[in-house]
């Protein structure tokens, strides 16, 4: 083994399936492990999951000691490793955005929740539902100091968008009479995720924000940056809850997601 990214490629990544991993301190120092793992990040976008997956695996999931851990996890923040994975929260792909989210989160180091809340605040509340509800399951298993305000922000907020990013992040979390209550008092939310009935089903509008969320994964991974406001995010929202049978009868791929729903960002401009 000549390198730490010979070994993922050629082993971890096709047939790796535990987290024995010291082994490797035999071949490398953690310094260098570090090292490698940073330049390869920093000049190979194709494999960002990859690389990221392993960073994380030996951090939370291997055989290393505790002391071994921390001297990995200050490592790789001496060398800057989530400098490189802020700047991926701001990148074009929105696959990236999201795996960056969960990747930071995923380290569970409530110093690196000011990335989160950075992200967020900047960008993820203002143009993506979806990122946002992510960023707020990370910034609540990272006990973000923020994450209070945020949640109280949405709930002011008279927006739909607003209300769907607070039904997703109850709909996961142990918050039913706070997802039931979003629904009573707020008609209009029933009304855009159900837009062929004037009843709350409550079993239909859980499934329906779920399967967006399935949506919206399935597709991100191919998506460009599309989504630079709100308005425009939520007229595919709309479209997507209007034709929600046609969605969620086979995997659609992102060229007929556009072409169903008749979007460029040109045409939303105009």
Known sequence: MTSIKEFVLDTYSRTWDNKNLRFLLGNFTINEI???????????EENYYDITLFARDLYIGSDLTENERHRYYNELVRQGFFEILN????????GNKSWTVYTIGKFGHPENAV????????????????LAIKCLF????LESKKITRYINTLKDETSISSKIILLCYYFHGPYEKEFKNI????KEVVKFILPSSDKIDLDEIETRLVNFEIFFDRLEYNLENQFRSMDIFMKIAA?????????NEQPISYEDFITKINFTEKNEQS
């Open 138 to 141: 990370e910034l609540s298993f």
């Open 87 to 94: 700047e991926r929260l701001y990148s074009d792909s929105l």
């Open 34 to 44: 570090a090292a490698q793992i940073i330049d390869w990040l920093k000049s190979d």
């Open 239 to 247: 479209k997507y809850f209007k034709d929600f049978d046609f969605f």
């Open 183 to 186: 629904l009573k008092n707020n």
């Open 115 to 130: 990335l989160l809340e950075a992200a967020y605040e900047k960008e993820f509340s203002i143009t993506n539902p979806i």
